[in-house]
């Protein structure tokens, strides 16, 4: 069996077994390409590799300058596929099992103050050349910093989500998982708001013979939702228009603040998980250091003494 095919089994096999989601395949699949192509520079493929091979891949990819976080998960990646590979009988050994990873970079997730998000939030509700695009704009904005949800999650979310004024919304992230979330007040204004006037255009576009939109903001695109890198660009626009760095402002800084916010205000680490979606609470606990810098920083401008 050759490596691509190995790859190819791999990949129907965590689609079927773990429901993964199109990113999650995809970059799977663009870590073991790598992998197999190295292989195959070296006269070697996935059946026949040694654990010397792997970790002279892993040599080569800090060589040329890869990150701990990517050459990490390359063999993580690794890891599952030979796992997977012993589990189904296509090699009497696992080489990969021993191997020990670089780790992950211990990187601070950027966040925004409450400040900055409300510069962005009425930023928002002020770009747009239509009243229409200013209201889509708000209830993005408002729904991404009341729930927390990933970009994804938020530009594809079914319009019958947002029907009868909810106080909470069905969201389904990574791996098909359900989850809810709730919405602030403000967020639930915008919302209606918006679909209201997504409704009159949805049912204008019917008149003149188009089919209705399923979701909540709708686009002529190939998805037939607003993209991520549409709302990326629109976030960075929001961000010049508030005065706040764009380096510092992306969808998932604003899923950030919602977490960080929320521990800052007292609540529970694993209600956070839960609206976050996170499978683990080690990937929460991120915000639980995010909050101690902030409080460091708070004493060193702030303390009398700091200056001695």
């Known amino acids: 069996m050759t490596s691509n095919r190995w790859i190819s089994v791999f990949l129907e096999a965590i689609a079927a077994e773990r429901g993964a989601a199109a990113n999650t395949l995809s970059a799977y699949e663009r870590d073991l390409d790598h992998v197999a192509a190295w292989l195959s520079e070296q006269d070697q493929d996935f059946a026949g590799a040694e654990r010397s091979d792997i970790e002279g891949y892993l040599v080569h990819c800090d060589v040329v300058g890869l990150s701990r976080a990517t050459r990490a ?6 890891k599952q596929l030979y796992r997977f590979a012993f589990e189904e009988g296509l090699r009497k050994d696992n080489p990969a099992v ?4 670089p780790g992950r970079d211990k990187r601070l997730p950027k966040t925004l103050s409450t400040e900055e998000v409300d510069r962005l939030l009425d930023a928002a509700s002020n770009h747009g050349r239509t009243q229409q695009d200013r209201l889509r ?16 999650e938020l530009v594809s979310l079914p319009v019958s989500a947002a029907r009868g004024d909810p106080r909470m919304l069905l969201v389904r992230g990574k791996g098909g998982k359900e989850r809810m979330v709730p919405l602030s007040p403000p967020a639930r204004q915008s919302l209606a708001d918006w679909l209201q006037a997504r409704d009159a ?3 204008l576009a019917q008149e003149k013979g188009k089919a209705a939109s399923t979701f909540l ?9 607003l993209t991520r890198h549409a709302f990326y660009m629109l976030i960075k626009e ?4 508030a005065g706040v760095s764009p380096e510092k402002v992306t969808p998932h800084t604003l899923r950030h603040a919602f977490a960080t916010h929320l521990l800052a205000n007292g609540a529970d680490l694993r209600a956070i998980q839960t609206l976050l979606g996170h499978a683990d609470v080690a990937t929460t606990e991120i915000y639980t ?19 001695d």
């Not at 250091?289 to 200056?307: G, S, T, Y």
């Open 73 to 78: 998960r390359r063999l993580s990646a690794i």
């Open 98 to 101: 021993q191997i020990t990873g």
């Open 137 to 152: 704009n708000t209830c993005l904005m408002q729904v991404l910093y009341a729930t927390g949800m990933r970009v994804t």
């Open 201 to 203: 255009q949805d049912a």
């Open 217 to 225: 903001f709708p686009s002529r695109g190939k998805s037939g939702y």
């Open 238 to 241: 929001f961000a010049l228009e």
């Open 289 to 307: 250091h995010v909050l101690e810098e902030r409080l460091k920083e708070l004493v060193l401008e702030h303390h009398p003494l700091a200056d």
